[in-house]
């Protein structure tokens, strides 16, 4: 059964522009959750996705965004980024929000 | 709030010891812990799973305990070995109404164990 994808590996944006990470969960897995690691703050919670649909969000701004289509798949966002969203950006995946599996992650640099 | 603590920070130990690894947590209403092993630059790799109606689990060479009344977690490494070495994090999910847990882990600052030939 293949893991948790995630692309890209690695990232190097500038301040200002956006980017979309995406997240392709466990074959069969519907929730799908995202967090940011960095070494000041550690892992934090940014959201989950349950069919589709948000069902919990972290303490982030709005610059932060999520969706998941109907084959489970994610996409997140960040719009205008900044210096300190450079950082490790992981997703996992669940079935029904048990035991968690994570990607290999992607590399933010912002510039 | 949910807050996770992790002691100690760092460990240090020779080859064939048993270690132990703590975790406390502010909320007892924790649903599920979970314990995971990171590698420099890499994801997490999910170690245990310990739901809520158990006390604890094993895998191999390690075992994990889940204490809601006191709000702790331990993690047992018997024999270490040089490839145990990594950061180690706890993490504590939240009870949803149906009794299963949201997908929103609250994690630990982890305990990077290193472990000499």
């Known amino acids: 059964k293949a893991g948790v994808t995630q692309t890209p590996r690695y990232l190097i944006k500038t301040r200002g522009q956006q980017v979309t990470l995406s997240c392709s969960p466990i074959s069969g897995h519907r929730s799908v959750s995202w967090y940011q690691q960095t070494p000041g703050q550690g892992l934090q919670f940014l959201f989950e996705y349950f069919s589709e649909t948000q069902r919990n969000k972290g303490n982030f701004p709005g610059r932060f965004s999520g969706r998941q289509f109907s084959n489970s798949r994610s996409e997140m966002n960040v719009s205008t980024l900044e210096l300190g969203d450079s950082a490790l950006y992981l997703c996992?995946?669940?079935?029904?929000?048990?035991?968690?599996?994570f990607g290999p992650g992607t590399r933010l640099t912002v510039l | 709030k949910q807050e996770v603590t992790q002691i100690p920070a760092a460990l240090s130990v020779p080859e064939g010891e048993n270690l132990v690894l703590n975790c406390s947590f502010t909320d007892s209403a924790i649903y599920n812990l979970q314990w995971f092993r990171q590698d420099p630059g890499k994801g997490l790799t999910s170690l245990l799973l310990i739901q809520s109606s158990q006390r604890e689990q094993t895998s191999g060479r390690l075992n994990a305990s889940l204490d809601k009344s006191s709000g702790r977690s331990t993690l047992y490494i018997a024999a270490s070995q040089p490839g145990d070495s990594a950061t180690y994090l706890c993490?504590?999910?939240?009870?949803?109404?149906?009794?299963?847990?949201?997908?929103?882990?609250?994690f630990g600052q982890g305990t990077i164990l290193t472990v000499h030939p």
């Open positions: 993490a504590g999910a939240p009870r949803r109404a149906g009794g299963t847990s949201y997908g929103k882990l609250t």
């Open positions: 996992a995946s669940s079935l029904y929000s048990g035991e968690q599996f």
